[in-house]
Every structure is written in structure tokens, then in C-alpha cells.
């Protein structure tokens, strides 16, 4: 017996790979390098997260992100190697060490391998034999909500109490068994059953995954089993955090609402503080019913998705920002505060008395501004896989560029078509000012809107971002105009249609054999033939005698279109099968079986000589005389039964057998058929050889009895 443990389970549980709260470190932590400190690497960490937000532009040296929106994160949403899409995280990896993992709100996701062992063992509750895989894919560093549905490799599976997998054809050879990382987790039973090395220690404690076996097929059934010639990645469609945080209620859950996981982000994994009146005030936006082109109503803002300890703070925060349409500041006491997608006018108004320095731009329309936008984001229909959503068109008459921005945490096309319309509009804004602000800056935190009346020009602008200078004397602003339209969305107008999505069909299947037959040939023997194949397959031929249950598998040799058995029982109907199989030993289907009675003599005696059929007192007496043919083995006696007076015609098909008489050739032989009752009567001699093949008949004899 082999076994391998990974370290992974027993680091997920400590400090060097799970987030560290964060202390009360200046919010440029927060904005610039808060993943840093939270994965546990210290000051280093804290002060390579820094130089983010460190710059020298316009003369300043040091700027400090206090506000950040989505025209300055939506450059972050293209693929980056540290946030790789979620396809990619679909197995089940062995390595020595691992990222913690987080899933938010509904996601599908694999994970890796806390512990593979190999053993030919009894399964406990099933009593399943055999030699199995076990191995236990870790899908989360936390505890979860619920499994929501099974897939092995691509395939959705359903199992039963047990969780044992009852879908076809894996049905009986996994077994799944979530743990979901609860208070009362405890080591797997099934696993200390087959390895004496487990034991109650090996709880997996306060994480999320499961314990699967999957049972070796046999050779014929590998490929069809395990399609990718190992036992299947485990890659569930889960329901994440459970101990998510509602002001509203007071309670701890699970929540797919975007608000609520946004505060969850800031507070359990990235340890910082929230205003958690404002955080019950956007779960509420969060909820709002909006109507999609489909005609349904949703939630307006939802987060479903994975987060990994291994991924850019500025990755996870564009992509948690964006999903949502969330603009995040930093708040006076020094905590976190946001803001998710909708209008909202402006309380706070900027002259020329506010502004020390200011740069205006109108209208992008530059080579770099996008031509028409769509999104890659989670579509549940397509197995939770990335997909591209529809394409909003901007500019039909400019050279086309392409947007094409990642929203992971997505899983809904409306939603989708919400924040990509966002970010063609912040795109195309018709204005976009750099500015540099007086002490007003301080008054400008918590804005995300504000309206700017200098040059000639009144309009409302969306911050996206505005930096504290050094010293903290004056601010840096850079905003874009907006209107209250541009966060209207009229689905029915506004949401691109969806695009179709189709697999390709690959054909995989094992084609049947045609033209089998099977006939009998002398000496006991069958001869099998059928139509020859493609040559890249070869056949499988089983037999038994007819009517019992064990089959005799034999392989024809490549090429061969026929097959020949010897040594079989003579006068014994025999059962035979086909079907194909490929190089890779994939197989198709039986064939329906063919019934073949052996034959070892094919040659039929000659007739007999002489038959005779008289009535004595009741009686009738039946007088033969064998061919001298050395084929000769017996004679059927046939008899019809007639009413009294018959005189019509006679046939043998109407008649039975009621007596087989052996005897030698060339010699003379006689039955008495007794007990008859009135009537009219018909016999025929039928000669047989000792195979049962069947002479010249003779007859009818007819007989009355009154």
C-alpha cells in the first residue's frame, strides 16, 4: 500500500498561507498592498504593495489612493496571469504547498489534492470490492454553505444517501462524501477504514472539500469510465462563505448579494473596517429586483466567484469592484467605505476657489477608445465556464478595437451588460478632468459624484480617483462627466442579445458490427461471420448455451471477419453477441444475440425402407424398417388426431411426436401406441441421424378406431 499526503490541508490551516487581520496601518495599506500584509509577508510585503500608489507625476512624490472607481480599474479587467480564468482552476493539482482559496456567492471550482492514497479495500457503508483511488480535493480555506450540484470532469452526476454516484456510466465506481468544513468536522470514516495512517487528527478542519474513491474499472469499460484515462476531477458547483455578515439581520449566512460579500472581502479576508449602517444601506440597492431580456427579474448586484490568496490585490479589487459597479473611498475614521452601481446627485459642488490647477479633456475618441465592448464572465449554462457575453456597439463608422473586459465574480448576462454599458460610457465621457484640489479634498471623501462649475463648464462628474499629496495639504482628481442615464438600463433595449453557444459534437462512439450470423458446421463446431469493419476496430465475440447467465469472451484476431468454435456439445443451442472495439479499448455496443443449435452430422439418413401403421383391438401398431445407412440413429414417430369420419387432408404440422424409436441400421423395428379413444388418426416416420438432422418422411398411415 502507497500513500501520499500533502501538506497543503495542514498549511491551509495555519497563518502562513491564510489571511492575517490587518492592524491600523494608513489606508494606502488598504488601497495598495492589503493582500500583501493579509498573505502574512510582513513589512516587505506592506512596502512593495505601496509602490503602487507611489508615483511622481505632476511634481508630487508621494500620492495616496483615498478614492477609486471604475474608469481607473477597468484597465485591470483584462486576463492577467495572476487571476487566470476560472476554467483553469477545474481540477483536481497535486503540489506541496497551496493559496488558500476563497468562493463568493456560487461558483464551480476544483481544487487541490489534501490527500490520495491508492487501496483494494471493502467500502464501509456500501460494501463496494475492489481496488480504489481515494483522494480528497480541498475546494476552499473556509467553511460553506452547500454542494449544489456534482461534476466529475465535465459531467453532472447525481448520488444517492451514500454518495455513491448513480448516473450512468460512472454509476457505482465513485463515491462522493462533502465535508463542508463545519464546527463538528470530523476525519473521514472511509478513509480510516482503508488506510491505517488516517486517523481522527485528520479532520480537515474548518475547510471545505471532499473525499471521493473511484473504483478501477475493468479494461473494457476504462476509457468509458475515466474519459481522460485517470479517475475524474472533482470540480463541484458549490455555495460559498457561510458566515457572511448582514447588518440588516444581525446574523451570519450564506448571501450571493454583492454588497455583503464586498464587506466580507474588506473585513475576513483583507482584515479591515466597514460602516456597516452604509454596507445594510448598498445590500438593500444590492437587492433591488431588475428586470432582464429574457423577461425575468433578478437581484441588481450579485458576486458569485473565486478569490485566491495567489492573485494581485489590484486584481481582486477590480474585479470585486466591477462586478458590482463599486466605487470604494477611504472613510474619515480610517475605515473602508463603498458605494455600489446607481446615480446619485450630487451634494457637493467645486468652483474655481477649489481648485489650484485643472486639465480638461473632451470627448476620448483616440485610438485607444473601444469601437464596441463585451465581457467575459460566468455563464452557469455553460457548465459555470467563462464565456463572452453579447457585444454593445459604439462606433460602427471608426477602425473597430475591441474591448473585452473580465468580470470573473459575474455569473449573470444581465449584470454583465449593466457593467460593460458602464464602461463603454465611462470610455466615451465627454469629459475628463485632472485637477489638483485645495484642503477641499478632505470634503470631496465619500463623494462619488460631485459637480464642478469652472471654465464655462457645469456639469456632474463620477471620481475615479483622487489621491492625498504628500503632507496631506492638497488632493489630486481625476473624474469623468456623467449623466443619470448612463446607469439607466433598459434590458429589453439596452442588454445585446446573448450569443449562442454550442459544443462541438464529437462523434466517440463505437459503431455496431452488421451482418452477423452464425451457422452450424460438422464435428460440433459454429462458424460466426459478419461484414468486415473499419479496420480500425476489432471484434469481441461472447457465447453460452442458450438460456443460462455466463458468457465466454474470446478476441478475433485483427483483420478476421469470421470466427470459428470447436468442442461444443452436439444438439445444444448456443447464445453468441458482437460488438467492436477500438485501439484505445473503447467498445460499442452487444450486439442482439443469435441462437445456433451444433450440429455434428449434418448428413441425414436415407428413408426408411418400409412403415406401417395397423389397428389391433384398440391398438395401434407401428411396423418400420431402417435404411441400412450408417448415418441412421432413431425415427420420429409423429401422430395427427382427427374426429371420427375425417376425410380431408393431411399434414405432418399438424401432427407431434410421441415416440423416438433407436435402433440399428439395415434392421426392423416396431411401437405399439396404446390408450387411444375413438377417432380418426394419421402417422408419419420421420428417420433422424444422431445429430438430429432429419431423413425423407414417410407416411400418413391412417388409422380409424370406432
Known sequence: MKTRTLLAAAFMCTTALTPVKAHALPVVGFIAGAL????????????????????????????????????????????SPNFPPPSERMANFAQPNAYAEWVLGRARKGGLLGFTGFQNSTDKVTGAKGKKRHYSPILAAHPCHQIVTHYLDEREVEVDANGTVTTAPMSGYYRIRPFLGGPWQVADAELKNAFAEITDAHDFAGLTGAHVWAKRPSQSKLTEIYPNGRQGAYTPVLDGANSVFDPRTGTTGFTRNGALLTAYWLTQILGRSVDWSEVAEEADVCDIAVSNAEGGRQPKWRIDGTLSDDQEFEDQRAQIAAACDTWMYERAD???????????????????????????????????????????????????????????????????????????????????????????????????????????????????????????????????????????????????????????????????????????????????????????KDGGSLRFDWAAQDESLTQQIRIRPAGTSDWQEMNVTDGQSFWRVTGLVDG???????????????????????????????????????????????????????????????????????????????????????????????????????????????????????????????????????
Open 334 to 520: 480610517g475605515s473602508v467605505g463603498f458605494k455600489v452601481g446607481r446615480f446619485q446627485e450630487p451634494t457637493l459642488t467645486l468652483s474655481d476657489e477649489d481648485l489650484l490647477s485643472i486639465e480638461i479633456v473632451e470627448g476620448r475618441w483616440g485610438r485607444g477608445a473601444p469601437t464596441e465592448i463585451a465581457a467575459k464572465y460566468i455563464e452557469p449554462a455553460n457548465n459555470w465556464r467563462e464565456l463572452p457575453s453579447g457585444t454593445i456597439v459604439l462606433d460602427t463608422s471608426a477602425r473597430q478595437v475591441r474591448d473585452e473586459p473580465a468580470l470573473y465574480l459575474v455569473s449573470s448576462h444581465n449584470q454583465a451588460a449593466r457593467v460593460i454599458n458602464r464602461i463603454a460610457r465611462v470610455k466615451r465621457a465627454q469629459y475628463q478632468i485632472k485637477a489638483t484640489l485645495s484642503l477641499v479634498g478632505y470634503l470631496l471623501r465619500g463623494h462619488r459624484f460631485v459637480r464642478i462649475q469652472t471654465l464655462g463648464i457645469d456639469k456632474v462628474f463620477e471620481v475615479g480617483e483622487l489621491w492625498r499629496n504628500e503632507g496631506g495639504l492638497s488632493f489630486d482628481l481625476v473624474a469623468n462627466s456623467v449623466e443619470p442615464e448612463d446607469f439607466d438600463f433598459d434590458a429589453a433595449t439596452q442588454e445585446p442579445t446573448r450569443p449562442e453557444f454550442k459544443g462541438v459534437i464529437n462523434d466517440d462512439s463505437v459503431e455496431a458490427v452488421s451482418g452477423f450470423v452464425g451457422v452450424a
Open 572 to 706: 445444444i443451442s448456443y447464445e453468441a453477441e458482437i460488438r467492436n472495439r477500438t485501439s484505445a479499448n473503447r467498445s460499442g455496443d452487444w450486439s442482439g444475440a443469435i441462437t445456433v443449435k451444433v450440429i455434428a452430422n449434418s448428413t441425414p439418413p436415407a428413408a426408411l425402407d418400409s412403415f406401417m401403421a395397423t389397428e389391433s383391438a384398440g391398438d395401434v401398431d407401428i411396423d418400420l424398417d431402417a435404411p441400412n445407412d450408417a448415418n441412421y440413429y432413431a425415427t420420429r414417430i409423429y401422430r395427427a388426431s382427427y374426429g371420427a369420419g375425417y376425410s380431408g387432408s393431411y399434414n405432418i404440422n399438424a401432427a407431434s411426436v410421441i415416440r423416438t424409436e433407436y435402433g440399428l441400421a439395415g434392421n426392423p423395428d416396431s411401437y405399439t401406441d396404446s390408450g387411444l379413444t375413438k377417432g380418426h388418426y394419421a402417422y408419419w416416420g420421420v428417420p433422424i441421424n444422431a445429430s438430429g438432422v432429419a431423413g425423407a418422411t414417410s407416411g400418413p398411415d391412417t388409422i380409424n378406431i370406432a
Open 36 to 79: 500583501n500584509i493579509a498573505a502574512g509577508v510582513g513589512l516587505a510585503g506592506f512596502a512593495a504593495g505601496s509602490a503602487f500608489a507611489a508615483t511622481a507625476v505632476g511634481g508630487f512624490i508621494t500620492k495616496a489612493i483615498v478614492a477609486i472607481g471604475l474608469s481607473a480599474l477597468a484597465s485591470a479587467l483584462t486576463p
